[in-house]
């Protein structure tokens, strides 16, 4: 099996954007998840396939480093490879490329296969493992941000999201893009406006269903000139923590709107 970089040409469309023109990093989730299946289906170990055998994909973590959001109208690369095998998780990586060759996202991700019906992660497939450890391509050096420690329990605010059909992805469960809609979105209209996301991790500890009613906590702190914002989504009743997330933002220098 010859492991290679897979990679799309990706035109960044009004739809995909924010008012300011600069790519929703909800939208960027879902282009990761497009570019993995692209590569998973020619691999042999996509969506489709695995639930022939009662088993699909799941996403246990989420890293993004920002380095500039494209913008409305731009053309970029999209890479993504199988980058490893850590225990359970099978890893993936992505860079986001200007025509220029330059870097302007990258992102690292754990994957679990889990049985559709007992909803418990298996062993990964020889043919997973082959393909994640078989090749030479380097694996980012993204180190893990979230420190449990530093999260405590106490949060300033929270807003409430149902999860409604449009949210609902092949596993019958929320789409891990909505999850970063929901802790983006949780936040200020006035601190969104006037910061940039240059960092995300996200860990999805327990599934959303369908009509399910969350809370999306957030605490806002600063650390010299970056503000650091810690997320917990949480069913209505506060018992369980579906994900735990931290931000990394900078001060707008676009002030516009």
Request: aromatic share 10%; charged share 30%; glycine share 4%.
């Amino acid at each position: 099996m010859v492991i290679t970089k897979y990679s799309e040409k990706i035109k960044i469309y009004n739809h995909y954007t924010n008012y300011k023109g600069r790519l929703f990093i909800k939208t960027l989730c879902d282009l990761f998840n497009d570019v993995a299946e692209g590569q998973t289906k020619l691999l042999g170990v996509d969506v489709d396939t695995l639930n022939k055998s009662g088993l699909t994909w799941m996403l246990h973590r989420l890293h993004i480093q920002i380095h500039k959001m494209p913008q409305f109208e731009e053309e970029v690369i999209l890479e993504t490879w199988p980058s490893g095998i850590d225990r359970l998780f099978a890893l993936r990586d992505y860079r986001m490329l200007r025509g220029s060759g330059e870097e302007i996202v990258r992102a690292t991700s754990e994957w679990i296969t889990v049985d559709l019906k007992k909803r418990r992660p298996v062993r990964q497939s020889v043919r997973v493992i082959e393909m994640s450890t078989s090749h030479q391509i380097e694996k980012l050096p993204i180190e893990h941000l979230i420190n449990e420690k530093e999260f405590g329990t106490d949060f300033q605010e929270c807003r409430q999201f149902t999860a409604t059909f449009d949210n609902i992805d092949f596993n019958g469960h929320v789409t891990q893009a909505s999850y970063m809609r929901w802790i983006t979105n949780s936040l200020p209209f006035d601190f969104l406006k006037n910061h940039i996301l240059t960092e995300v991790e996200v860990v999805y500890e327990h599934e959303i269903m369908p009509d399910s009613r969350i809370n999306s906590y957030y605490r806002i702190t600063s650390e010299g000139e970056r503000v650091i914002v810690y997320h917990r989504v949480k069913d209505a009743s506060d018992e369980r923590v579906h994900c735990t997330a931290e931000t990394i933002w900078s001060v707008h220098t676009d002030r516009k709107g």
